[in-house]
């Protein structure tokens, strides 16, 4: 039998998605130009040269960058110029980025250049695809972009083809000239504008929010399961469910996060008569659908978000091309991506504090009508107690993340950029929140389905019993006391690789 062929995400022949970005950051996939890239690029090129040719003030063509945009550039000057504004805003410090975030990164200003709006020279959008395809990945320290265009970033992911910088390949850390040598990619010869186009953009901010976008549906997805199961376990009323009576205001997110409950719990014995403990639950049971509804949403204005900014060309001076002429933009601003994730984290944030709410009120006899810490043996041993610490800690963190930097940054370039919204800060940080987001739907999902299991003789609906049957197929119930933290981090990963939403993918939709 032989091997399927490689798979190969296509630049240029139409829409990027979100999941695209994903299989190429994480080498499952490849990369190729469309046919009609090439053509694009040249007749973007031949504005540039003519703009240069009848001596046009255009911004970074003939003028400085920055503050130094009163300064024009001579004609002897143009080529070196490009190659040193790459290496001045290499000044990145702090962490770096992994191979899948570097990976997003030159996708992401890949695909932008094929737009045609950069008038970069033609070669250096098959030397980028050229470095995907060979796993070339430079180094990149991840602080030093506001937001505003990341030049830090992308001066550095750019270096080696100056000759300079570092990049992984082989599985070894080499100069970047040696990696580009070693992976027989040319080092391509910089022209008027090139280098500008290279760094005029927001490749770190998109490819790293399209990567932390995938986190964020996977955890939201398993605080909404684990969610659902709380509810069988404290044999809660769903009436604030119910089609008719979320219909009396129907908040779309409300509605979509019922819709979504409703089909988890179908089949489940609470919606018989008299089958819920109580008339009225507390509110982090009652207000699951719209807590949880809105944070969906405000995942769904993300996306929406971040697959313009996938698609579409950041560049400025953009090109124009069938007006021949170059014209400033500040399609490099993001604010409103930054603000959808801002929004995005803080809904985060309020569904993360209703399940720990939920998990610690499982664990109250006077709450649930469970036993203490969901323990047969009493006080002789800890049961769940001490977990209570483990997701009161990811609440307070994931809370303390989604605080808002807000639009407030020190002035730059002698105050000529003086305002920014520093959007890859805001993406990092909702990544976080989002893995910590998991490890608490790991929790939650673990001290339900023991809930479940102590009050016995109860029926499941369709998702919220092939959710219990996952986690026992990983987690075994708690009898004597046993240090669960490596469990819960176990369980984490696999909500992380998706396995919770492949065992789900049988519910009708």
Known sequence: MQDSAPLVVTIGDGPLS????????????????????????????????????????????????????????????????????VRARAVGVGPCLTQAEVRAMLLVRLAGLAQGASGISPVFAETIAAMLNARLHPVVRRIGSLGEADLSPLAQVFLPLVGEGEAEFGGRVLPGA???????????????????????????????????????????????????????????????IAADLVALRPVPSQVAGSVKLRAL????????????????????????????????????????????????????????????????????????????????????????????????????????DLPRFLTRHGGSHAGFA????TASVLEAEIRHLALPLGPMTMPVADGVEDYAPMTPRVVEKTTEIARRLLRLAAIELVVAAEAVDLREG??????????????????????????????????????????LATALEELPA
């Open 458 to 499: 109860i029926r499941l609906g369709a998702g919220t019993g092939l959710a219990h049957a996952f986690i026992r197929r990983h987690v075994a119930p708690l009898d004597d006391d046993r240090p669960m933290g490596r469990e819960y981090e176990a369980l984490a990963e696999r909500l992380a690789a998706g396995e």
């Open 18 to 85: 979100l999941e695209q970005v994903h299989a190429v950051a994480h080498g499952e996939a490849g990369v190729a130009l469309a046919l009609e890239v090439g053509e694009r690029l040249r007749v973007a090129r031949g504005v540039v040269e003519r703009s240069l040719e009848r001596g046009d003030a255009i911004y970074g063509l003939t003028t400085g960058l920055g503050a130094a945009v009163d300064t024009r550039l001579a004609a002897d000057q143009i080529a070196a110029f490009q190659q040193r504004a």
């Open 178 to 240: 040696d990696a580009m040598r070693a992976a027989g990619i040319a080092m391509p010869e910089f022209g008027p504008k090139d280098g500008l186009a290279l760094l005029n953009a927001n490749a770190e901010s998109v490819g790293l929010a399209a990567l932390a976008l995938h986190e964020v549906k996977l955890a939201l997805g398993a605080l909404t399961v684990a969610g659902a199961l709380s509810l069988e376990a404290y044999r809660a009323n769903l009436s604030p």
């Open 265 to 368: 719990l179908a089949g489940s014995d609470l919606f018989e008569a008299g089958a819920a403990r109580r008339v009225q639950d507390p509110l982090s049971f009652r207000c699951l659908a719209p807590v949880n509804g809105a944070a969906l949403a405000a995942f769904e204005l993300a996306r929406e978000l971040v697959e313009i900014e996938l698609n579409g060309a950041g560049d400025s001076p953009a090109v124009l091309a069938g007006d021949d002429t170059l014209r400033s933009t500040v399609n490099f601003d993001t604010t409103a991506l930054a603000l959808a994730f801002e929004g995005l984290g803080l809904a985060a944030a309020h569904a993360a504090a209703i399940s720990a709410f939920r998990v610690v009120k499982l664990m109250s006899p006077a709450s649930s």
């Open 386 to 389: 001490t977990t209570q610490k």
